[in-house]
């Protein structure tokens, strides 16, 4: 899919859709995460536990693994997040908006950093009925990223 741009709402509705195939068994917590190219492309993913816990990963990381395949981490332009707990009728609910974790900002940021472009990111209730909009550069400030590596000693 591709030079579709799409609106916030939808990206919100992809987010949810890929929470539904999240696999959160242990917290029950159900996160997607949708990714938009700047010319449109999607790439999504869903938070993916484990039985030993520590091993799980988040849905985040899941669609930015997924959109490095599909168009390139540099192509990253907007990243629509939703999470909360699937309901008695089967829909993602919940009324709180989900930002990514501290770790996923260091993820976004790193794909920020290969274009030099700020990403948007909406963040959005299980139910999408709580929107707030922001960008990796407002939730990470001051971030660390290649540019800091600038001093290394390679051997
Ligand atoms: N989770 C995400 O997938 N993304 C976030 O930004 C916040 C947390 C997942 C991790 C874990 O599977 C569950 O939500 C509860 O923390």
Do not use: W
Not at 118 to 135: H, K, N, R
């Amino acid at each position: 899919m591709a030079d579709t741009h799409h609106s916030a709402a939808e990206l919100v509705a992809l987010a949810r859709a890929a929470a539904q195939r999240a696999h959160a068994p242990y917290s029950g917590f159900s996160v997607g995460c949708a990714i938009e190219a700047e010319d449109g492309s999607i790439a999504t993913g869903s938070n993916m536990e484990n039985a030993c816990y520590r091993l799980g990963t988040c849905a985040e990381i899941a669609a930015l693994t997924s959109a490095q395949q599909a168009f390139g981490l540099d192509k990253v332009r907007r990243i629509a997040v939703a999470g909360g707990h699937i309901g008695a009728d089967g829909a993602l609910a919940g009324t709180q908006t989900v930002t990514p974790c501290g770790g996923c900002r260091q993820a976004i940021a790193e794909a920020a950093d290969l274009s030099g472009v700020d990403i948007e990111i909406i963040a959005a209730s299980g139910d999408g009925g709580t929107l707030s909009q922001t960008t990796i550069a407002a939730l990470l400030p001051a971030s660390f990223g290649a540019d800091n590596l600038a001093d290394a000693e390679r051997r």
